[in-house]
C-alpha cells in the first residue's frame, strides 16, 4: 500500500495556556494508513496537541482538517478518532466486554451486534474469549491495554490516538506491545497517531516520527533518517547513548574541542558544528588498532546491555560512550585505554 | 515488638470503654424499676421495654424522626452530587470561595442555627413541622455530605470522562454511565451519614418541628422533668433501631453488589 493520500492536516495549530504557547504553528501532514508517532521530552507540548487532535483541547489558533474538512469545532464524540489514554482510562466498574462495547452502547447497537463485535476484536487483540464477562480491574497491566486498544477500535474509528499508553508497562512487555501496535497499524490498516517520550519506542513502530520541543516540530521524518541524521543537537541528545564532540578553530583551522585534533577533510563544519559519534562507532582499540583518529581515555565502567556491553571513558572531565566489539572482554575501571574512530563514521550537526 | 503491641492493645481497650460507657449506662438505667437514676439497682427488671413496647407514642416518635431522617438523606445526596461535582471536579471562577465556605453551617453552634431557621421560617409565614426540621437539618447536614461525596469524586481519574466523551457519549451518557456509578460508593455512604446524623440530631429538631416530637426531643424532655426507667429504655431501642438500620443498609450493599456480579457472570 502506498501512504501518500493526508487523511489528517495540521495549519499553523497553536494551543495558548494563558500567554504560555503549549504548541506553536505546527503544521504536518499525516497520511492514511501510516503509524506517525510524535516524540518529545515531558512539556514539549505532545500531549496538548494530540487531545486538540482528538477533539478534547480547543486549539486557540490553526486549523485540523480530516480529509481536507475543517474539524476544529467538532466536539471529540462526533469525530471519528478514538484515543488511548495514558492511564487507560478503563471503566473500572464494567466488564472487559462492557468496556470494550461501550461506544456501540452510548450508539444505541442491539446486543447481538455489540457482542460479535466485541468477540471479533477480542480476538483481533489477543484477548481470550472468556475474559469477556470478566472486571477490568482483575486483568493484568498488559490485558488492560488490549481492552484499552480493543475498546478505542469498537466503532470503527478513521484515526487511533494513542496518548503514551505503554509509559507505565515494564520493560519486557513494553517491547512486546511495541512490536503488537506495529502488527495491529497493519493489520487493520487504521491510521495510528502515537505520542511519546521515548525515541527508541518511536524508532521500533513508527513509519514517521515527528519530534517536538516546546511546542514545536523540530524533526521529521522516517526513523532511519532521524537516527542517521539527526537535525539538531537536541534531537542527538534525545536518542540517548551517543557522543557528540564540539568543534572549534585554532590558529591552523578547525579541531575537536578538547582533543585538540585537526578536522579531517570531508567534514563540512565551522564553529558550534557537533559531531555525533554513535558508541559502536567509537571502538576501544587493541595494541595494533588503526583509526583515524585516536586519543587515549580511562575506563570509568562496563556495563552489560544484554547483547552489547557499553563502556564509559574519561578523558579529563568528559565522558566517552563506546560500544565493545562482541566477545572483547572489557577493561577494568581505571585501566588506560585507546579510542579510536573514523571521519567517516561521524555525523556533522550545525544547530 | 511484643511490648509495644500489649500497650496498643490496651490503649484500644481504653478508648473502647470510654466510647461506650454512656451507653452502657443507659443501658443500665433502663433496666431497674426506679425513679431516680442511680447505681447499683436493688431490683433489676426488663419492665421499662415492655411498657416502652406498649407506648403507642413511641411508634409515632420513631415514624417522625425515620420520616425527617430519610428525607434528610435523600434530599443531601441530591444536592451534594451537583456539590460534590462543583467542589472536586470542575474549575470555575469561586471555587475556592466556595471550597472554603461550604462548610460554614457546620462551623456554626446548632442551637444558634436552629434558632436562626426558626426566626426566618416563621417570618415568612411556613407552619414549622417535620417539613420544616428536613429543610434545616440539611442546611446542616448537606455541606457534611457534599464533602464526603467529594472525597470520592477526587478519587475518580478525570480521563474516564473523557474516554467516555471521546467514544461517542453525550456528556449526559457519561455522566449516568460513567460518574454515576463510580461515586455511588460515596453517595452511599454520604446518605447513611446523612440519616444517623439526621436521626440523632436534638438541637435543630428542637427549634424547628413545630407540632411534631422527633425522638431525641422527647427523650430530652423526659430525661429532664419526668424521669422514668422507660425513657433509657426507649433510648435503648432508638439505638438498636439505627444499628438495624446501618446493619440493613450494608447488606443491601452486598446483596446489590452480589447480584450485579452474577448478572455480569450470567451474560
Redesign the interface.
Known amino acids: 500500500m502506498t501512504r501518500t493520500d493526508t487523511i489528517l492536516s495540521l495549519r499553523d495549530l497553536s494551543r495558548d495556556f494563558g500567554g504560555k504557547l503549549a504548541v506553536k504553528n505546527v503544521t504536518l501532514d499525516i497520511r492514511e494508513g501510516e503509524l506517525f508517532t510524535i516524540v518529545g521530552p515531558s512539556g514539549s507540548g505532545k500531549s496538548t496537541l494530540i487531545r486538540m487532535l482528538?477533539?478534547?483541547e480547543i486549539p486557540s489558533s490553526g486549523d485540523i482538517l480530516l480529509r481536507g474538512k475543517r474539524i476544529n469545532d467538532v466536539?471529540?464524540?462526533?469525530r471519528p478518532?478514538?484515543?488511548v489514554?495514558?492511564?487507560l482510562?478503563?471503566?473500572?466498574?464494567m466488564?472487559v466486554?462492557?468496556n470494550i462495547e461501550?461506544?456501540l452502547?452510548?450508539?444505541g447497537e442491539d446486543r447481538q451486534k455489540k457482542r460479535a463485535r466485541a468477540r471479533e476484536l477480542m480476538e483481533l487483540v489477543r484477548l481470550p474469549a472468556d475474559y469477556?464477562?470478566k472486571?477490568v480491574t482483575r486483568c493484568s497491566g498488559g490485558e488492560r491495554q488490549r481492552v484499552a486498544l480493543a475498546?478505542?477500535l469498537?466503532?470503527d474509528p478513521d484515526i487511533l490516538f494513542f496518548d503514551e499508553p505503554l509509559s507505565a508497562i515494564d520493560y519486557r512487555l513494553r517491547k512486546i506491545l511495541e512490536m503488537e501496535m506495529k502488527d495491529l497499524n497493519r493489520e487493520t490498516g487504521k491510521t495510528f497517531v502515537y505520542i511519546t517520550h521515548s525515541l527508541e519506542e518511536a524508532m521500533v513502530m513508527s513509519d514517521r516520527i515527528a519530534v517536538m520541543r516546546d511546542g514545536e516540530i523540530v524533526q521529521l521524518g522516517e526513523p532511519l533518517s532521524i537516527y542517521n541524521a539527526p537535525a539538531s543537537r537536541f534531537v542527538a541528545e534525545f536518542m540517548g547513548q551517543v557522543n557528540l564532540l564540539g568543534v572549534e578553530k585554532d590558529g591552523h583551522g578547525m579541531v575537536l574541542k578538547d582533543l585538540t585534533i585537526p578536522l579531517g577533510a570531508g567534514i563540512a563544519a565551522t564553529e558550534g558544528t557537533w559531531l555525533m559519534l554513535r558508541p559502536e562507532r567509537l571502538r576501544v582499540l587493541p595494541e595494533n588498532g588503526r583509526a583515524d583518529v585516536t586519543f587515549d581515555a580511562v575506563c570509568f565502567n562496563s556495563y552489560l546491555l544484554g547483547s552489547r556491553t557499553h563502556l564509559h571513558a574519561k578523558m579529563d572531565d568528559r565522558t566517552f560512550i563506546s560500544e565493545l566489539d562482541a566477545g572483547m572482554p572489557p577493561p577494568e575501571p581505571g585501566q588506560r585505554i585507546r579510542l579510536g574512530f573514523d571521519w567517516s563514521d561521524a555525523v556533522a550537526i550545525h544547530e | 515488638m511484643q511490648r509495644s503491641q500489649r500497650w496498643w492493645t490496651v490503649w484500644t481497650v481504653c478508648v473502647l470503654v470510654l466510647l461506650y460507657i454512656p451507653l452502657v449506662s443507659v443501658i443500665l438505667a433502663s433496666l431497674a424499676n426506679t425513679r431516680y437514676l442511680r447505681f447499683p439497682h436493688r431490683i433489676w427488671t426488663i419492665e421499662p421495654y415492655r411498657e416502652a413496647l406498649g407506648l403507642s407514642q413511641t411508634y409515632d416518635l420513631q415514624m417522625t424522626s425515620l420520616k425527617i431522617a430519610l428525607c434528610v438523606a435523600v434530599v443531601s445526596v441530591l444536592i451534594a452530587i451537583p456539590g460534590a461535582l462543583a467542589f472536586a471536579r470542575y474549575d470555575w471562577r469561586g471555587r475556592k470561595f466556595y471550597q472554603r465556605f461550604l462548610l460554614l453551617p457546620v462551623f456554626f453552634p446548632q442551637s444558634v442555627l436552629g434558632l436562626a431557621a426558626l426566626v426566618s421560617l416563621s417570618a415568612m409565614g411556613f407552619d414549622l413541622s417535620w417539613r420544616t426540621a428536613v429543610f434545616t437539618h440539611a442546611v446542616w447536614i448537606v455541606p457534611i455530605v457534599t464533602l464526603i461525596v467529594s472525597i470520592q469524586v477526587y478519587g475518580l481519574d478525570r480521563a474516564q470522562e473523557e474516554a467516555a466523551f471521546d467514544l461517542g457519549a453525550s456528556r449526559l451518557q457519561t455522566f449516568f454511565r460513567v460518574t454515576f456509578p463510580q461515586i455511588l460508593p460515596g453517595l452511599s455512604s454520604g446518605a447513611l451519614f446523612a440519616f444517623l446524623l439526621s436521626w440523632s440530631n436534638l438541637p435543630l429538631s428542637a427549634y424547628t418541628t413545630g407540632v411534631d416530637t422527633t425522638l431525641p426531643e422527647w427523650l430530652y424532655s423526659r430525661m429532664s422533668t419526668n424521669f422514668a426507667p422507660m425513657v433509657p429504655a426507649v433510648a435503648v431501642l432508638s439505638i438498636l433501631a439505627s444499628i438495624v438500620f446501618v446493619l440493613v443498609w450494608q447488606a443491601g450493599r452486598v446483596v446489590v453488589n452480589g447480584v450485579m456480579e452474577r448478572r455480569k457472570q450470567l451474560e
Do not use: C, E, I, K
Open positions: 482528538a477533539g478534547l466536539p471529540a464524540n462526533r478518532t478514538s484515543m489514554f495514558q492511564s482510562a478503563l471503566f473500572n466498574h466488564t466486554g462492557d461501550f461506544a452502547t452510548v450508539r469477556y464477562a472486571s475498546r478505542a469498537a466503532s
